[in-house]
């Protein structure tokens, strides 16, 4: 049977390389939205992992939970199989903006399959972020709409606050899914619209919608289609919604396709040197978001009259100049990102690619063995960035297992301070500090969040590695 699970996590921080899970929770329900069951993980702090002070006074897990619960290897594993279960939907909001790819390195750094709940044995993923966007824009009237200063604001507690639909302290785990699933009820009520907005998390389906799409322009003799894109990024002063023109596929990430924004003005400015400064590109991948719209009257009518005007002058400008149009196809067609020479290990899974089914067997291996065979097994790995991942489970978790020489290396590991595939530096205890002390200089801090912090700067200034 398919099934939907709701869940939420709540993180040391926002880098999805180094960060990790300090709480997930989960409700698993049927097609209709009835409860099957729930499922509550809280998660040991690593010995590796410096929280951020911004994400504990936000989620108010303390350092009295840091020791408390499973360690990271055994929740990420119970997460892992929960996601994999067949014919779920993993559903949370704006999960496809971080939860999922924080989850995706999560699986990725303990030797688990990072892409597999998107794809197999019946499984896939929604966003009930997307979903809200839609209702906005179509069935304006099925919720009460936050607005702060002036503007749509889709954060889910104003939209829980302005709707009632459960009550609960914001960024806890699950009172956020049980926030999620009140209103993934609400929009349910309107069936029709949520049949039509949910299809778009069908990749066959998504697929599909922008093949028959059409709407065209012809430039140099050949067509391109033209449509719209809906996208909470967008902002609520272009009422979350883009006109926008196809530049085809990407040519290195191939399940990528390119559309270029058509009510830009710098659009007319756009020069062969400096094509990235004057455009705009939306990089779709289907099943996720942004949402891609024909350009149907209807959907017309939420760009203004303006914005219109812009479009028309872009579509005959880039018609009159070919040249330059192909020049901005193939510029975003063989864009990539720029390489980091010194990223970690712990960053490197859009490096590394799929593992070897020899790979995929190890690494089963090495999960059912006692703690103390784990590292003969992981020697085994043909891959070094594996066993690199292998001495760190066994560091994080079973120290006493790692030869001298290993936990030396181990030691090293934890004293340096790694990269990520953007160039961010890993966290480290004295930024941690000064973080905590320019936050204590606010006064927008509750006294529990004073005491939070409080109970952080202690923590933190104990040597780091005689805290284990």
């Not at 579509?315 to 390489?339: G, R, S, V």
Request: hydrophobic share 40%; net charge positive.
């Amino acid at each position: 049977m398919t099934s939907y699970l709701f869940y939420d996590i709540e993180t040391t921080g926002l880098n999805k390389c180094f960060d990790q899970v300090l709480q997930f929770a989960a409700i698993r329900t049927d097609l209709e939205l009835n409860e099957l069951s729930r499922e509550e993980i809280n998660i040991k702090l690593n010995n590796d992992v410096i929280p951020a002070p911004a994400a504990i006074i936000t989620h108010r897990i303390g350092v009295e939970h840091f020791s408390r619960g499973l360690s990271e290897l055994e929740g990420i594993q119970k997460i892992h199989a929960l996601l994999n279960a067949p014919n779920t939907i993993s559903v949370g909001y704006n999960t496809l903006g971080f939860d999922d790819e924080f989850l995706r390195f999560s699986f990725y750094k303990n030797l688990l399959s990072p892409y597999t709940h998107q794809f197999s044995n019946g499984c896939g993923r929604m966003d009930i972020y997307p979903i809200t966007v839609l209702y906005s824009l179509f069935r304006p009237d099925h919720l009460i709409w936050p607005n702060i200063n002036g503007k749509a604001n889709f954060k889910l507690e104003n939209i829980n606050a302005q709707n009632k639909l459960f009550e609960g302290q914001a960024h806890n785990a699950m009172v956020d899914v049980e926030v999620t699933l009140a209103l993934a009820r609400k929009l349910f009520e309107d069936k029709k619209m949520w049949d039509f907005v949910t299809d778009y998390f069908q990749k066959k389906s998504d697929e599909a919608r922008a093949i028959s799409c059409e709407s065209n322009i012809t430039i140099d003799e050949k067509n391109h289609k033209i449509g719209l894109m809906v996208n909470g990024k967008i902002g609520s002063a272009s009422q979350f919604i883009a006109p926008v023109i196809a530049l085809g596929q990407h040519q290195h990430y191939k399940n990528q396709s390119l559309w270029l924004r058509l009510d830009d003005e710098k659009l007319l400015t756009t020069k062969l040197d400096a094509i990235s400064n004057t455009t705009k590109v939306f990089k779709k991948r289907f099943a996720e978001p942004p949402v891609f719209l024909p350009l149907k009257k209807r959907y017309l009518s939420l760009l203004s009259d303006e914005r219109k005007n812009k479009m028309a002058d872009n579509q005959k400008w880039l018609a009159k100049n070919p040249t330059l149009f192909h020049a901005i196809a193939d510029f975003y067609q063989h864009e990539k990102y720029k390489p980091v020479p010194e990223r970690d290990v712990d960053a490197a899974l859009y490096d590394i690619g799929f593992p070897t089914p020899q790979e995929e067997k190890l690494f089963s291996q090495f999960h059912r063995a006692e703690r103390s065979k784990k590292w003969a097994i992981a020697l085994q790995f043909p891959n070094m960035t594996r066993q690199t991942q292998a001495m760190r489970i066994l560091g994080r978790h079973f120290p006493e297992q790692l030869p001298d020489k290993i936990k030396k290396v181990f030691n090293a590991y934890l004293d340096a301070s790694p990269v990520d595939f953007r160039g961010e530096k890993k966290l480290t205890v004295s930024q941690a500090l000064m973080d905590i002390a320019e936050l204590q200089k606010t006064d927008k801090l509750d006294d529990t969040q004073k005491k939070l912090l409080n109970d952080l700067r202690l923590y933190l200034s104990h040597p780091y590695k005689n805290r284990f």
